[in-house]
């Protein structure tokens, strides 16, 4: 029975959603827009980054295998059904569903009691409606530029990622990570390329592969209970971990459905202690599993909202789940002196790291973090055409201080990913400012405002 459970509740949510879609206009352009995204993940293997609907909409996508004019124009069909003054689609207030599994009512509820008025009915839900409906018109915006640009249409970085993403990402000049560069080389003095004496600096600080498990999972364990006192995540939820190689990037989540991840960890190059918390929480507790869990939980089991059921990689979305899965390591360590002592008690033992120098090394890493923007202007300038690969590797190894193979590395997620950078950096600012704005230091604000974002079709530039 429990192997058949994750098909029974497809079966459900399928029928549900079916039943629900008679009585929502909305939902017929919801169901539409994910068929879309799965015809157009038959075209770009990177597109769909996960789906966890009906399984004979998959199939049915594979079948078909639609033409990129065929999408495009189902695309442009259901924006002008958006567009249009259809008083069904602008007053449709639906209530919260009882979940397909039977976990329906107070206690199924994904966020905590006091952090519930986003999903609350009445007015709240009536936010809610329109955020939905906001959240499908640039979502389906975002599939049409993708559509012009696999047909080959070239755009300028800066266009890409309004297109895609629903931002814009500032643009800094070479004197600002010059000032950095020269606070950095005070804290690393000695003779030969910056790049260099920052890993000779920080080989002390590396996880050897050995213990990379144990410190993985003890970063896990406690970013898990530290976002369990403040979310209430369906019971059966869970994720395993995967240690991977030859990968363009340094985590991945793969999110399954069910309430089901699995986070790899590429170890092409060396892990340093601080990856430690920045992978748990990034793509665990509260990052990623969390988010893909809430969404799945709140609007597509509790609402039938369809659209969520698929996650659309090059898409404003994208910019929400980077942004926050960055900002929640702050969320779940508010207090740096906090964060250090955690890893001078449990992961620098567990890692064989000595923790004296612990301090000094946070530090180096506060001032390499402001270097962050720099990868977007390498990505920036070689996707404009201005350099070409070699000069960006070297503006990495200079501006972002990587030796030659993360430089190489970050390279290739660049080219595969293109603006896609911006969601790290640009995103977490974002979510930090929408964040801090309604919850200002107090930490258990923070908790509340931070879910309800996990918990919300929130956009880009509805982030104010």
């Not at 107070?106 to 839900?125: E, L, R, V, Y």
């Not at 213990?211 to 896990?220: C, G, R, Y």
């Not at 363009?248 to 430690?276: C, E, M």
Request: proline share 6%.
């Amino acid at each position: 029975m429990r192997r058949l459970l994750p098909f029974v509740l497809c079966g459900l949510i399928a029928l549900s959603a079916g039943a629900r879609a008679a009585d929502d206009p909305m939902n017929v352009v919801a169901e539409k827009y994910a068929h879309l995204v799965l015809a157009l993940g038959q075209h770009d293997p990177d597109y769909v980054d996960a789906f966890y609907g009906p399984a004979e909409w998959k199939t049915e996508a594979e079948k078909e295998k639609q033409s990129l004019d065929a999408i495009a124009a189902g695309s442009m069909e259901l924006s002008a059904k958006l567009a249009a003054p259809n008083a069904a689609l602008n007053q449709n207030r639906p209530s919260p569903q009882s979940s397909p599994d039977g976990r329906g009512g107070a206690k199924a509820s994904a966020i905590k009691s006091d952090q519930m008025d986003c999903c609350a009915p009445g007015m709240a839900d009536g936010d809610m409606v329109t955020l939905r409906r906001e959240y499908l018109e640039k979502q389906i915006s975002a599939l049409v530029a993708r559509v012009r640009m696999l047909k080959g249409e070239k755009l300028k970085f800066d266009d890409e990622s309004k297109a895609l993403y629903d931002a814009v990402a500032p643009t800094y000049p070479d004197s600002h990570f010059d000032d950095i560069l020269a606070q950095l080389e005070k804290k690393i003095p000695g003779t030969g390329p910056l790049w260099e004496r920052y890993e000779n600096w920080r080989k002390p600080f590396m996880i050897p592969k050995d213990k990379l498990d144990a410190v993985f999972q003890a970063a896990i364990k406690e970013c898990r209970a530290r976002t369990l006192a403040h979310v209430s995540l369906p019971p059966n939820e869970s994720f395993t971990v995967e240690y991977v190689t030859n990968k363009p990037w340094g985590g991945y989540n793969w999110y399954k459905g069910n309430f089901h991840s699995v986070i790899q960890v590429n170890t092409d190059l060396p892990i340093f202690i601080d990856r430690a918390v920045d992978l748990a929480a990034h793509e665990g507790y509260p990052g990623h599993h969390v988010y893909n869990s809430l969404l799945e939980k709140n609007l597509v089991r509790d609402r039938g909202w369809m659209e969520f059921s698929v996650y659309a990689l090059f898409s404003p979305q994208s910019l929400i789940a980077e942004g926050t899965a960055n900002f929640g390591r702050d969320v779940a360590f508010p207090d740096k002196p906090d964060r250090i002592k955690f890893e001078k008690e449990v992961l620098f033992p567990a890692a064989g790291i000595d923790p004296a120098r612990a301090d000094e090394y946070y530090a180096v890493q506060d001032l390499m973090k402001e270097l962050n923007y720099a990868g977007n202007e390498a990505a920036r300038r070689w996707i404009n055409g201005e350099i070409d690969e070699k000069a960006a590797v070297e503006w990495l190894q200079k501006y972002n201080v990587m030796e030659p193979a993360r430089a190489q590395q970050r390279m290739k997620f660049i080219q595969k990913y293109r603006s896609y950078v911006i969601n790290y950096n640009l995103g977490e600012d974002m979510v930090k400012r929408y964040i801090e704005k309604r919850a200002g230091k107090d930490p258990e604000k923070k908790w509340s405002e931070f879910g309800k974002l996990l918990a919300s079709p929130r956009l880009p530039s509805g982030l104010q």
